[in-house]
């Protein structure tokens, strides 16, 4: 198994400029998650989705940030317009439906952002 | 108040030592209680469930105390390969399939 997949690992980009995150789950995973992760804040949930569909983003931050899944293989997290403040490491999350209030989330390498 | 919260070290421990060390949550009607381990620079994994009764696994100890609202974690024997950022992770009945998760306790164990 090839684990949770994210690209890009690295981006460097100016305030401003769009920017997209891509995630691709693992297959069979019906639960997806994004987050991010600062020193000051830890590691918060922006939103995540259950068979393709956005169950919650009360995480997300601001109108700046959208994510969409449209298939059962693939989510993107956007930023636009992109602020220095957004700089941090998004991670992706995947999980298969679980019993008995038990769950493991996998975690993707994360892609780690900085905005200049 | 932070919904959990833990101490963020580093707890310096020496190799073959014993170190402990606690988690506390807001929320009383938490349900489920997990320990995440991560790495430097890398996503975290899933070291343990927590158990009401508390559970054990190979060196790793971890206890719930519903009543003061605390989970721990104990680390017997400890090794180098230990070095590392514990996360204590909580998901609240009406979360749904929400986590929260603590900043974070760094351990750094030493020969």
Known sequence: DAGVIQSPRHEVTEMGQEVTLRCKPISGHD??????????????LLIYFNNNVPIDDSGMPEDRFSAKM????????????SEPRDSAVYFCASRTRAGGGQETQYFGPGTRLLVL | RKEVEQDPGPFNVPEGATVAFNCTYSNSASQSFFWYRQDCRKEP???????????????FTAQLNRASQYISLLIRD?????????????????????LT????TRVLVKP
């Open chain 1, 31 to 44: 639960y997806l998650f994004w987050y991010r992760q600062t020193m000051m804040r830890g590691l918060e």
């Open chain 1, 70 to 81: 449209p298939n059962a293989s693939f989510s993107t997290l956007k930023i636009q317009p």
């Open chain 2, 45 to 59: 994994k899933l070291l343990m469930s927590v158990y009401s009764s508390g559970n054990e696994d190979g060196r």
């Open chain 2, 78 to 98: 400890s090794k180098l390969s230990d070095s590392a950022t514990y996360l204590c992770v909580v998901r609240g009945w009406a979360a749904g399939n929400k």
């Open chain 2, 101 to 104: 998760f603590g900043g974070g």
